[in-house]
């Protein structure tokens, strides 16, 4: 045997040894490296074991959902609402065997389904914002996708849900990264944010830049304005990108550095008071000629209150200046150029890229609460009609989505049901760069799992599942379709057992109930 195979014998027969000295020296150094750092207790009393916590930690949130949480246990979304629109999503079947595992709480909806359901056929009544507009929009859709940045989430991820959306007859909004190409070359009907640091329509110093604008209006695709004013899972503050999702391509898209955070303002520079709104909203319609709107989440409903009587009284105003038999005239003509076309109302439990967790958590009224207050409060000024309301928040099964078209939306629209419709796990890693399905991440390796063809299919096959679901809702109902429902259609549970008309509910009126 020569010197060369003695080595490679006596190097094999000691490998296991070899092995176990290594981790013993490994085991060793991690001891010393626990027991001398003071930034972290647990490391410091347990050396070595003590690292296991964070592991663990970590695993938890991927694992809890599939070994230990109940159906409607989890949050924010429960395994048996992201189930439906996993398997909608599909095209799988979104039949149920045996019965409901759903609890009945205070304030649930069950809907009023009638002795004679409706048998034919019927499609949705089109709907048309901004009916004076140079350009108003028309759809017969009623769900839709709710503002995510480009940037916020991946390139693969908006060119699927613009896909899908054009498949589907949807529209989908920009969010406040703006109208990015993927947005723009799918042909979708695009809802633009304009965000308080107006992404895609700036300045190089940050203001609003008119041309831009006008020329981005001037899109066909491109149907409506949103101002973005507050979003419920953080009201009060603006986007926040953190610095590593602000890639070199977010970063030209946006028109800031590469690699540094982007926080918005939390304020448009435009809007200091409830008539410099309206007077910012009739400024963007005149250069766009498209219907303008704006979202909001409601903090106090009195303070909503005095901002649209800002508008109402200078309504009023207008229409004393000038003969009596033309006040009426000039009243609507007012309210044309100055009122909101759309209001989007998001919920305080709504979603977000990255935000502060007392925001998240403690911020701003839900839909369930503000969405009958502020379909109320039009109707009493006599604004319904013209002002037309979108909801979000939550709103992801036929369910949510049929509660919300009865007491009184208009459209509604999700986020996060079509990140489900992506494949999100929920993993609640939006802001940290390392969405493991590719939707909140720019690292490509991440972003490979996305195909954008075959999540498009997913996006449309989940809106038209939604549309069908809501339209079975609406027969049993007795309507003949989801745009029919009202709030007639509709129970809520004021006690665990006792369901009273919504109608009532939402009137604050109890004193006819049996
Ligand atoms: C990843 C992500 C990014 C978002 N980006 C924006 C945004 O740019 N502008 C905005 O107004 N809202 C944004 N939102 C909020 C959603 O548009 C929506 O209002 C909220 O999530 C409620 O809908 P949901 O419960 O269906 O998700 C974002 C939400 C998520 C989850």
């Known amino acids: 045997m020569d010197s060369l195979s003695q080595l490679a014998s006596f190097v094999l027969s ?42 663990f930690e970590d695993l938890g949130v991927f694992f809890r959902q599939y070994f230990f949480a109940l159906d409607r246990e989890e ?19 979104t039949l149920q065997a045996f019965g409901s595992t759903r609890v009945q709480h205070e304030g649930d909806v069950v809907f009023a389904n009638a002795v004679i359901p ?45 896909l899908g959306a054009k498949q589907a007859g949807i529209w989908i909004n920009t969010g406040e990264g703006g109208a990015s190409d993927a947005h723009l070359e799918s042909g979708a009907d695009l809802v633009c944010q304009i ?42 503050k603006g986007g926040i990108l953190p610095a590593d999702k602000v890639t070199p391509e977010i970063a ?14 939390p304020g448009h520079e435009e809007i200091n008071s409830a008539s410099d709104l309206f007077d910012f909203i009739h400024q963007v319609r005149e250069l766009t000629g498209k219907p303008t709107g704006f979202k909001i ?16 009284v200078a309504a009023q105003k207008a229409s004393e200046s000038v003969a009596a038999d033309q006040s009426k005239q000039v009243f609507e003509a007012y309210l044309a150029d100055y009122a909101p076309d759309f209001i989007t109302l998001d919920s305080g439990n709504g979603g977000t890229g990255a935000a502060p967790m007392s925001l998240i958590d403690a911020a701003g009224m839900n839909i369930q609460e503000s969405l009958p207050s502020v379909v109320n409060l039009l109707t009493s000024m006599g604004l319904r009609e013209r002002i037309r309301v979108v909801a979000s928040g939550k709103l992801i099964t036929p369910v949510d989505v049929a509660w919300a078209l009865c007491a009184g939306a208009d459209c509604v629209t999700s986020a996060r049901g079509f990140m489900f419709s992506l494949g999100c796990i929920q993993a609640l890693q939006c802001h940290q760069n390392t969405c493991p399905t ?27 599942e939604m549309h069908a679901e809501l339209d079975t ?10 745009s029919m429902l009202n709030r007639s259609h509709a129970m809520i549970y004021v006690g665990n057992q006792r369901a009273v008309s919504m109608t009532q509910v939402y009137a604050g009126d109890l004193t006819h109930e049996k």
């Not at 924010?76 to 095209?91: G, L, M, T, V």
């Not at 030209?252 to 303002?265: C, F, L, T």
């Not at 903090?299 to 109402?312: C, K, P, Q, T, W």
């Open 75 to 93: 949050m924010p979304f429960n395994r048996a609402d992201r189930s439906w629109a996993y398997r909608a999503a599909k095209r799988e079947s």
């Open 438 to 464: 590719g939707i909140t991440t720019h690292n490509n390796k991440l972003q490979r799992g996305l195909d954008a063809k075959v999540k498009s299919n997913r996006v449309a096959n989940y809106a038209n």
């Open 195 to 236: 965000g308080t640091a107006k992404f895609g329509v700036r300045t190089a110093d940050g203001h609003l830049d008119p041309e831009k604008l006008k020329s981005l209006a001037a899109r066909e695709s491109v149907k409506m304005f949103e101002i973005k004013i507050s979003q419920g899972a953080k009201p009060g």
């Open 297 to 312: 989440c409601i903090g106090n409903m009195d303070d909503f209150r005095a901002v649209l009587e800002v508008l109402v």
């Open 118 to 162: 409706f048998t034919g056929e019927s499609s949705n009544t089109p709907l048309t914002f901004g009916p004076e507009c140079r350009a108003p929009y028309t759809t017969d859709r009623r769900f839709h996708i709710s503002g995510m940045s480009y940037g916020a989430i991946s390139k693969p991820a908006v060119t699927a849900l613009a």
């Open 473 to 482: 809702i609406a027969h049993s109902c007795g309507a003949a379709n989801a």
């Open 252 to 265: 030209a898209q946006r028109g800031i550095p590469v690699g540094e955070a982007s926080i918005s303002p």
């Open 14 to 55: 000691h490998i296991p040894g070899l092995i176990t000295l290594l981790i013993i020296l490994g085991i060793g150094i991690l001891y010393v490296q626990d027991r001398s750092q003071v930034d972290q207790t647990i490391r410091r009393n347990y050396p070595v074991i003590g690292r296991f916590r964070y592991f």
